[in-house]
T-cell receptor, first 111, second 113 residues
Framework: SQQGEEDPQALSIQEGENATMNCSYK?????LQWYRQNSGRGLVHLIL?????REKHSGRLRVTLDTSKKSSSLLITASRAADTASYFC???????????FGQGTRLTINP | NAGVMQNPRHLVRRRGQEARLRCSPM?????VYWYRQLPEEGLKFMVY????????ESGMPKERFSAEFPKEGPSILRIQQVVRGDSAAYFC???????????FGPGTRLTVL
């Protein structure tokens, strides 16, 4: 069955640096969706990347997808204190319309 | 266009009581998903509904949990005879089609005393 795993589990960097988070999965996907969650709040959608896409950009965010390695990465450039949050990848399986989540990456941006 | 609405935001129940969680999807969205999140963990899928139909309930516990999405009104997640282990954050998401971005609500935090 599908499993998602974010790596690293926690990441602490200085403001202005770039942050990279990775997501690996087990079985073929239809799409992969990255979300941000601030403590005690809901999930905010960041980017959706489909299985036939390799890279997408949105502002300071860049997402890549390598289906041969079953992995995706989220890059946040020029990080800000407001980027402090947990980041999750949600995997939509082929043939299923639910998202499978890992345990997330806790990102801390130090001023 | 208002986002996904959930109420109540916080719900406290004693063991054995019933909990009813409501979700109003974004305007124009007919696909609703419920997820549960335990502290320090990721979200776990529970159920996927379209108007008046349950499409996938593979993540729902077999007993005490039920969900509906009537023709009119919000989607309801009902938990009967709650136990302490039901304490969690319950999130609802909606999408315009079944293979699209899922937009999440703010969640309902259920505490069972």
């Amino acid at each position: 069955s599908q499993q998602g795993e974010e790596d690293p589990q926690a990441l602490s960097i200085q403001e202005g640096e770039n942050a990279t988070m990775n997501c690996s999965y087990k079985t073929s996907i239809n799409n992969l969706q990255w979300y941000r969650q601030n403590s005690g709040r809901g999930l905010v959608h960041l980017i959706l990347i489909r299985s036939n896409e390799r890279e997408k950009h949105s502002g300071r965010l860049r997402v890549t997808l390598d289906t041969s390695k079953k992995s995706s990465s989220l890059l946040i450039t020029a990080s800000r204190a407001a980027d402090t949050a947990s980041y999750f990848c949600g995997l939509e399986d082929q043939g299923a319309q639910k998202l499978v989540f890992g345990q997330g990456t806790r990102l801390t941006i130090n001023p | 266009n208002a986002g996904v609405m959930q109420n109540p935001r916080h719900l406290v129940r004693r063991r054995g009581q019933e909990a009813r969680l409501r979700c109003s999807p974004m305007k124009g969205h007919s696909h609703v998903y419920w997820y549960r999140q335990l502290p320090e963990e990721g979200l776990k899928f529970m159920v996927y509904l379209q108007k008046e139909n349950i499409i996938d309930e593979s993540g729902m516990p077999k007993e005490r949990f039920s969900a509906e999405f009537p023709k009119e009104g919000p989607s309801i997640l009902r938990i009967q005879q709650v136990v302490r282990g039901d304490s969690a954050a319950y999130f609802c998401a909606s999408s315009p089609t079944g293979r699209d971005t899922q937009y999440f609500g703010p969640g309902t935090r259920l505490t069972v005393l």
